[in-house]
């Protein structure tokens, strides 16, 4: 019996061995299998991918004449510069402006990138049938804006809301207003599904979202940060522009080494010319604006003139300091103090910020226009291409710059606060002082006198 049973058992053990085998042959042609769908996946996506026609050629005539005679490498460094120049001029004269006109500014750049994204989508997806496709793209950019551009009136305008009975309903139900707009475009979506095109709908509407996020959101952003004052505006924009122009020009004419292969022009040279510009171009920048109130005060809207206003006391991030010297570097430069504007400082930290990880937004620009095989996103501007083109690093930068006001920058700001304590009812504002009074009056802070 012990024999029949030795043998039973190894016969057992072998067929267990068998199937473990087979489970493992079984196993790795299921990978194999897999791995040879996932690859044919890849490039049927890739092919499916149609060639976007290529953008038109839009520079001036009297440019295409005067520099016929140049290289092409050579007439696209002319075209850069000289439109460059222009779009500098044009800007620094928006600024003169005033905040309003910087907020049109943002506004509008703002709804060309999202036109240009959203083409993109439409073209490559083919989405010349889907029913109401750009009517509902366009109709959530003005809920979304709806939304964003209502909060900041509630914010920054209260004491003008509260003049205008009108606008107190907007306000006082505007987000509920906003979710019921959004929810109506929502439904529209759901009706307009049609049987053929379910999972293409489905891509448009995720494109369109992803498209109010990168856009709209970081416009809302860019506004804010100009109400903290003009510099939290400027400074930024300008060295992430500072950072761009340098770039090149030192990848121009010293670039040899490659330094990322999503953008293949760009080079290590470059990128390290860029920073160092940046940095110095942003410290000096800052101090240059930190001398004058039109560019540090916070931007206040005037309920009794009807305009916008940048006049208070600078705050000590815009007041003269002395510093003292590091002991190494006093041997190099011979001082052992300088003054200095405590917000020159803060220059370094977002000049860093605009040229050692600004530029990664252009590269993920570059990526998503690789994948779907475009060279810009549009021909706006000729030698640079679109407007998202120009601003792809601008978002990534205003959101940088709205977290460090908001962690490092931004306290309790009285003001603002009173404005709203403006807009209570009486009795309210009645429970709001006796509450201050009695915690003012336990700290010691009121006179005897006044306790009564």
């Known amino acids: 019996m012990s024999a029949r049973r030795r043998r039973r058992a190894a016969a057992e053990e072998e067929e267990e061995e068998e199937e ?17 769908r996932l690859h044919e996946l890849d490039l049927r996506n890739d092919s499916d991918i149609p060639d976007v026609p290529p953008p038109t050629d839009s520079t001036p005539e009297i440019l295409k004449r005067a520099l016929s005679g140049l290289s092409a490498r050579w007439k696209n460094w002319w075209i850069r510069g000289i439109l460059s120049l222009a779009m500098i001029s044009g800007f620094f004269l928006i600024i003169y402006l005033g905040s309003f006109m910087l907020m049109l500014l943002v506004l509008s750049i703002q709804v060309k990138c999202y036109h240009e994204i ?39 305008f209260a004491t003008f809301v509260q003049r205008r009975e009108q606008l107190q309903f907007l306000i006082r139900y505007h987000r509920f207003i906003s979710f019921a707009l959004y929810l109506t475009g929502f ?17 448009m509407f995720a494109w369109t979202h992803v498209t109010l996020l ?30 761009d122009i340098t770039a090149y020009i030192f990848g121009f004419f010293f670039g040899r080494t490659p330094l990322i292969k999503l953008s293949p022009k760009k080079t290590w040279e470059g990128f390290i010319g860029g920073f160092f510009s940046t940095v110095v171009f942003g410290f000096i920048f800052s101090y240059f604006l930190a001398q004058y109130q039109y560019f540090v005060c916070p931007v ?16 000590e991030l815009f007041q003269m300091k002395k510093y003292s010297v590091p002991p190494l570097l006093q041997a190099v430069l011979g001082w052992e103090t300088v003054n200095m504007y405590p917000f020159q400082m803060h220059s370094f930290a977002l000049s860093t910020f605009a040229s050692l990880i600004g530029p990664f937004g252009g590269f993920f620009a570059s990526g998503f226009k690789r994948a779907f095989k475009i060279k810009d996103f549009a021909d706006t501007i000729p ?14 930068m205003a959101t940088f710059v709205h977290v460090y006001i908001t962690s490092f920058i931004r306290g309790p700001n009285p003001s603002k606060l009173l404005k709203q304590l403006l807009i209570l009812q009486p009795e309210q504002q009645l429970s709001v002082y006796k509450t201050l009074k009695s915690h003012l009056v336990e700290k010691g802070i009121l006179q005897p006198s006044l306790r009564g």
């Open 300 to 315: 206040e809207y005037n309920s009794e003139t009807n305009r916008f206003v940048t006049e208070c006391e600078p705050s």
């Open 214 to 243: 990168i856009t709209v959101t970081q416009s809302h952003l860019v506004i804010q940060n100009l109400f903290e004052g003009m510099i939290w505006f400027l400074v930024p924009i300008s060295s992430v522009i500072c950072n």
């Open 187 to 203: 439904c529209m979506f759901v009706l307009s599904l049609v049987k053929k095109h379910y999972r293409l709908q489905f891509y």
């Open 383 to 396: 030698g640079h291409g679109g407007i998202m083109d120009r601003f792809d690093c601008q978002y990534l």
């Open 20 to 36: 473990e085998e087979e489970a493992a042959e079984a196993g790795s042609d299921k990978e194999v299998d897999l791995e040879e």
């Open 118 to 156: 959203i083409t993109i989508g439409y073209r490559v997806y083919h989405s010349y049938d889907l029913p109401w496709f750009r009517s509902l793209s366009w109709y959530f950019l003005l809920c979304v804006n709806y939304f964003f551009y209502g909060e900041t009136v509630a914010d920054y």
